[in-house]
C-alpha cells in the first residue's frame, strides 16, 4: 500500500464526515470528484487539530501491518490529551495493537511498533507514558 493511500485511509478514519462533506464540496462541473493530492491531504492534517502521523509512522503502521481502527485512532488520541494535560512534550502510548510514540505539542505520531518490535526495546527521548 502506498503512503498516499494509507493517508487517505486515516483521513477517513480520523474524520469521516469531514471526509464526505469535503468530497461533495470538491465535485467539478462533470460530476466527477477531483482527486485531492497527498499534499493537499497531508495540509489539512497539519492544520487540524486531530492526531495525525508522520511519514515514517505512516510507514512504520504498513511496514508492521498495524491496522488501527476508529476506536483505536480515538484512544490514541485521548490518551495524547491526556499527557497534553500533564505537560508532556513526547508520549509512549501503549496499546494492545502496539506503541506509539507521540510528539505532543504537534499532535504527530512519530513512529509506531507491534508488539513483536517492542520487545527488548529500549523507548528514549519521551517524557511520559500513556497506557490505554
Same mark, same amino acid.
Given at each position: 500500500?502506498? *503512503?498516499?493511500?494509507?493517508? +487517505? !485511509? ?5 474524520? /469521516? ?8 464540496? +470538491? ?6 470528484? /477531483?482527486?485531492? =493530492? ?9 492544520? =487540524? ?25 480515538? !484512544?490514541?488520541?485521548?490518551?495524547? !490529551? ?14 494492545? !495493537? ?7 505539542? +504537534?499532535?504527530?505520531? *512519530?513512529?509506531?511498533? +507491534? =508488539? ?15 497506557? *490505554?
Amino acid at each position: 500500500m502506498r *503512503i498516499e493511500d494509507s493517508l +487517505n !485511509k486515516y483521513a477517513s478514519i480520523l474524520n /469521516p464526515q469531514a471526509v464526505g462533506q469535503q468530497q461533495k464540496q +470538491n465535485v467539478n462541473d462533470t460530476g466527477q470528484q /477531483p482527486q485531492q =493530492s497527498f499534499a493537499e491531504i497531508f495540509q489539512q492534517k497539519l492544520q =487540524s487539530k486531530e492526531l495525525n502521523f508522520s511519514k515514517h509512522a505512516m510507514q512504520r503502521l504498513e511496514q508492521r501491518d498495524i491496522d488501527l481502527s476508529f476506536d483505536d485512532l480515538n !484512544k490514541i488520541s485521548d490518551a495524547v !490529551k491526556k499527557a497534553e494535560q500533564k505537560g508532556v512534550a513526547n508520549t509512549l502510548v501503549l496499546s494492545s !495493537k502496539g506503541a506509539f510514540i507521540v510528539n505532543v505539542g +504537534n499532535n504527530t505520531v *512519530i513512529t509506531a511498533m +507491534n =508488539s513483536d518490535d517492542m520487545k527488548e526495546n529500549i523507548f528514549t527521548q519521551i517524557d511520559g507514558a500513556v497506557i *490505554i
